[in-house]
């Protein structure tokens, strides 16, 4: 009994509820191939990378919901009318600028809202509203290193295992059509999907390319001094032809302030922070 005892002990403390309830993923610690030799941004490196806990999914309408709730808090969008859509028949990389659009109706009011859309990303939120929700969720945004760690579970090339540029269409939600100029739902959605609909990286994690781009932290040395956010991951809109950012060593690049319908984002907790002690960590980090 005792022995038992013990090995429950044991489990809880290395496997806590919190973890699973709330599906994060243990990222091991170690060192990590990065970066692409091509890339001024995000050059070809090994990094030493603590152990750290991400979220399987990209956070959805209905956590989200919960903040709002919670806080009472009016995100960006809400405030200033200032989101940025997008309708089929625009010009390649071309947005619409909504001033009815906020995170409840992430393509403006008269595109619809997330009623039946609880399970999808939420969008149409800018940086500064993710931080505010990291505040209060006690997580906070993967380092552009975390996520692609993450990304490439184990990898060492612009995609996870066994994915590349022709059946990426099978883990990702992304803009299948030539061009934008008519509506794409060969693969059932025209904007984000639920979350997890699609296959999932080698760890676990869903949606890491497609669906929407993920806000991550970090500053890019073209940046200076200005404020700048990064996304990372591709998007519902990134076609084959246009964006085509669906991979792992892309950043892209937006205002703080900048709220956008193909933008969302995934969390983070360290192991210190969220899930207790780590005496003896070190014994998982190969899983």
């Known amino acids: 009994m005792k022995k038992l005892l013990y ?34 941004d995000n050059p070809k490196r090994t990094v030493y990378i603590e152990s750290f806990w991400i979220s399987k ?33 625009l010009e ?34 800018s940086f500064r509203d993710v931080l505010a929700y990291c505040e209060w969720a006690a997580c906070r945004l993967p380092s552009f290193d975390e996520w692609e760690v993450a990304a490439r579970a184990g990898s060492e090339g612009y995609y996870f295992g066994g994915v590349d540029k022709e059946n990426i269409g ?10 934008h100029l008519k509506a794409d739902v060969s693969d059932g959605y025209l904007y984000t999907a639920p979350v997890g609909k699609f296959k999932p990286n080698p760890w676990g994690l869903y949606d890491i390319f497609g669906n929407v781009f993920e806000f991550c932290a970090g500053s890019l040395k073209r940046d200076g001094d200005r404020s700048i956010a990064h996304a ?21 690049s937006v205002s703080p302030n900048a709220s956008f319908s193909n933008l969302g984002f995934r969390t983070v907790k360290n192991f210190h922070d969220s899930f207790g002690s780590t005496t003896g960590m070190k014994v998982f980090d190969g899983l």
Not at 19 to 33: C, F, L, T
Not at 93 to 120: C, V
Not at 170 to 179: E, F, L, V
């Open 92 to 125: 390649e990389f071309r947005w619409l600028q909504d001033s009815t659009a906020y995170w409840r109706f992430p393509n403006g009011i008269s595109r619809g809202g997330i009623e039946t859309k609880m399970s999808h990303p939420v969008t149409c939120i």
């Open 57 to 89: 999914y990209e956070l959805t309408n209905a956590d989200f919901e919960k903040f709002v709730r919670a806080t009472g808090y009016k995100t960006l969008a809400e405030r200033y009318h200032n989101a940025m859509v997008f309708e089929p028949g």
């Open 232 to 252: 990372r991951g591709g998007s519902w809109w990134c076609s084959k032809n246009s964006c085509a950012a669906f991979n792992t060593v892309y950043i892209g």
């Open 7 to 40: 090995l429950v002990g044991w489990i809880l403390l290395y496997f806590p509820c919190d973890a699973q309830e709330n599906n994060y993923v243990r990222i091991p610690a170690g060192n990590y191939h990065l970066g692409d030799t091509v890339s001024l």
């Open 170 to 179: 099978d883990y990702a939600n992304i803009w299948q059509g030539r061009d």
